[in-house]
């Protein structure tokens, strides 16, 4: 267990403890089965000390200045500099990333602290007239007192950054859950580095818990401001039922089936290694992750071609490992869930043009062709290393298909001519597209989110500075007022 141990504690409500649960988690590296940490779980008791604790310090938080809250995340991202590289093994060792996705990922998220340190600034209060002689209305914009946040496992530390540091910053307190799986690397590591930042203690605590036990304590806690969630559509509409009629706001950020389409005019070389990125990047467990292939059928033989030799170049195994592009997936479930879709694919129609293997945890890249729109797999978020093309015949057909599913993520399509990328992206029902990229990019400055079965609420720039702050209208009358019935 090692260096492991430290971690069997975690941050509630201001003291680094064990939880109260009689239940332990035992957090394993999902490549060897190795047992890193066995975690004694938080029960509703040290949920309800953290929401009580966090109501103190909040207060306290909140009227500090905007350059002491914007310095503290600068820190924060030099001490996560500054233990980069022992932050990067626990990702690889905890999540199966591979070391190129784990330092990918927390370049990402320095990007969204980097953005969060600028928040403090903007939250700007503004005086406007009245329809009443001698009043003046002042609008404050003010933090909404505590956020809770749920994540998963898959970008376990920019998916909590990205919602913890814009959280922090405009001034709230932050009740973090993360998925056991990923305890530390989307939990406890996050919340030390911001208190050696300058975190007060209490101001974020971690609750790692079993969901049997706690329930929806930590969407319906009565001190619970507004929930962000990022995880799975079902679990997402089931926090937002539980959130609204508990009259909370809930920003949800969900699955998706997104569409990759090559037109007849792309450059397809640019085109396969977008798409190899877009569909491999750690292991295709990212929301954006390409789960359709859509090509043109007047280029789709000579695609599939260039795909199947990069493909076939792909290699799988040691996470930790330089060489490695292909890591473990997250668990035994999720490898018979792809398994299953692939079986079920092939059984449906499906053409096999490069064949998966399984070893332990992992699963090297499946190609499939042929496939249809009506079948399982062109339905389903795949979360896995298969990539499925679907041949189309023209333009419009490669629209109807790449709508025809319940989510609306991101999409992107290929084409040298930038105007019909335009008019393309224009008729897609998706929260983000790209023209000429992969589906995966996330930054800071622009809206990150989805339509339809994929979310509700943005993420990043003016919209996270929205998701985790109020504004109070507070009026001043200077003159006398001629009251109705005075
Ligand atoms: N749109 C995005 O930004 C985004 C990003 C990453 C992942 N995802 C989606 O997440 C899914 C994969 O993650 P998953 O399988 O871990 O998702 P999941 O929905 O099963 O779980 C996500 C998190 O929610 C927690 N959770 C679920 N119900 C809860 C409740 N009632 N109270 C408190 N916590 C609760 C889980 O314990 C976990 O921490 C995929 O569908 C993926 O597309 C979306
Ligand atoms: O899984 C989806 C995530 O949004 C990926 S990222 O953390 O935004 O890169």
Known sequence: MGSYSQWKQMPLGGVWREG????Y????????????????????????????????????????TAEERSKVMLKAIKLFEERREEFAKILVEESGSTIKKANFEIDTALRYIKEASEFPFKMESETLDSTIKGKKNKIFRIPVGIVSVITPWNFPFNLAI??????????????LKPDNQTAISGGSFIAKVF?????????????????KEIGDAVIEHPLANVVSFTGSSKAGKHIASVASKHLKKAT????????????????????VSASIFGKFMHQGQICMSINRIIVDRKVSNEFISKFKSKVEKLTTGDPMSNETNIGPLINKNQINQVNRLVQTSIEEGATVVVKGDVKNNTISPWVLTDVTSEMTIAQEEIFGPIAVIIPVDGEEEAIRVANDTKYGLVGSVFTEDINRGLAFAEKMDC?????????????????????????????GGEWSIDEFTTVKW???QNEARNYPLA
């Open 252 to 271: 949800l950020e969900l699955g998706g089936n997104n569409a990759f389409v090559v037109l007849d005019d792309a450059d397809l070389d640019k085109a």
């Open 474 to 476: 507070v009026s001043i």
């Open 20 to 23: 109260n649960s009689d239940s």
């Open 25 to 64: 988690y035992e957090n394993k590296n999902p490549y060897n089965n190795e047992l890193l940490v066995r975690i004694k779980l938080a029960n509703n008791e040290d949920i309800d000390e953290a929401f009580f604790v966090a109501n103190k310090v909040q207060k306290e938080w909140a009227q500090t």
């Open 195 to 211: 208190e050696d930042a300058g975190v007060p203690k209490g101001l974020i605590s971690v609750i790692i818990a079993d969901l």
């Open 162 to 175: 990205r919602s913890v540091a814009p959280a922090l910053a405009t001034g709230n307190a932050v009740i």
């Open 431 to 459: 929260g983000m597209f790209h023209i000429n990229d992969a589906t995966v990019n996330s930054e800071p400055g622009v809206p990150f989110g989805g339509e339809k079965d994929s979310g509700l609420g943005r993420h």
